[in-house]
């Protein structure tokens, strides 16, 4: 995945073969963080970036290995931040 933009939460959904309430579910249980919200009008709407798509993937794939949801995520989220500090010492390109 080496989308640059902000996506939709059903853009986001459709590429992490998740569904939208996942989404919703998990970021309301703090499993992945608040999105950021562009407000339009009366309403407003959440743009994922790529470190999110990488979170909510990454929980998807533990989710199918069998883990249940509060482990997938917190393995999920320790990947994520052990390849950001990897990438941050030049260990990864």
Known sequence: MENERPVSINEA??????????IRNWEARNYIPMAVR???????????AQSDLDLICK???????????STAAKRAA??????KEEESHGKIR
């Open 13 to 22: 959904a459709r590429i992490c073969e998740v569904t939208v309430k996942q």
């Open 38 to 48: 562009i407000k339009c009008g009366e309403r407003s709407y959440r743009q994922f």
């Open 59 to 69: 929980i998807k794939s533990y989710l199918k290995e069998g883990f249940n949801l």
């Open 78 to 83: 320790s990947d994520i931040s052990t390849r």
